[in-house]
């Protein structure tokens, strides 16, 4: 069965900084995988997805993440974070069932000023 | 607003009732997908329907739990008895249901109960 670990649970960054959150993944196949953030009151929204291709994957908000098969890892970079930034981040892998979503337990990003 | 909507974003309830949450994904969507998502943790996968078909419920918590989607629309969650440890966030979610498509989220049925 697939799982998704996040190790961080807490981050807190200087705002301006660079930073990278941590997934790691367990999945007999390629995967496809997704980061999601949540900020309170708001529903997830998709950041970025990898399911083939370049290794190195843009997404949206300035967001940018690396899947390395030989780590089983998919993390997660902003050179420079802004205060808005400040949410819960998930990764995921996608499962054979009906394409289910397996998350991991989320990171907390705080972002000093 | 095109998105995915659920109704009620709050409920509270008191130990015993039963409730049921609605769930209206993005109108060309076939996949319809509910999540649990209790305090500090992942989202959790609870089942999903392709059109009015529910193809895997082998991961709703208990026989308290029922979904329905009746005309490949809307879906509703339903939770008999509830207890306490039912408390938490339930997410729905769409998708056009093919691999590696984003699942749109809805913002969750906040569930309270006493």
Redesign the interface.
């Given at each position: 069965a697939q799982s998704?670990t996040?190790p961080d649970i807490h981050i807190t960054v200087s705002e301006g900084a660079s930073l990278e959150l941590r997934c790691n993944y367990s999945y007999g196949a390629t995967p496809?995988l997704?980061w999601?953030v949540q900020s309170p009151?708001?529903?997830?929204?998709?950041l970025l997805?990898y399911?083939s291709g370049d290794t190195l994957v843009q997404g949206i908000k300035g967001f940018e993440a690396e899947f390395k098969r030989s780590q089983s890892s998919f993390n997660l970079r902003k050179p420079s974070v802004h205060w808005s930034d400040a949410a819960e981040y998930?990764c995921?892998v996608?499962g054979n069932?009906?394409?289910?979503?397996?998350?991991?337990?989320?990171t907390r990003l705080m972002v000093k000023p | 607003d095109t998105g995915v909507s659920q109704d009620p974003r709050h409920k509270i309830t008191k130990r015993g009732q039963n409730v049921t949450f609605r769930c209206d994904p993005i109108s060309e969507h076939n996949r319809l997908y509910w999540y649990r998502q209790t305090l500090g943790q992942g989202p959790e996968f609870l089942t999903y329907f392709q059109n009015e078909a529910q193809l895997e419920k082998s991961r709703l918590l208990s026989d308290r739990f029922s979904a329905e989607r009746p005309k490949g629309s809307f879906s509703t969650l339903e939770i008999q008895r509830t207890e306490q440890g039912d408390s938490a966030m339930y997410l729905c979610a769409s998708s056009l249901g093919l691999a590696g498509n984003e699942q749109f989220f809805g913002p969750g049925t906040r569930l309270t109960v006493l």
């Open positions: 998704v996040q496809y997704f999601y009151g708001q529903g997830l929204q998709l997805k399911f998930f995921a996608e069932a009906g394409n289910m979503l397996t998350f991991g337990g989320g | -």
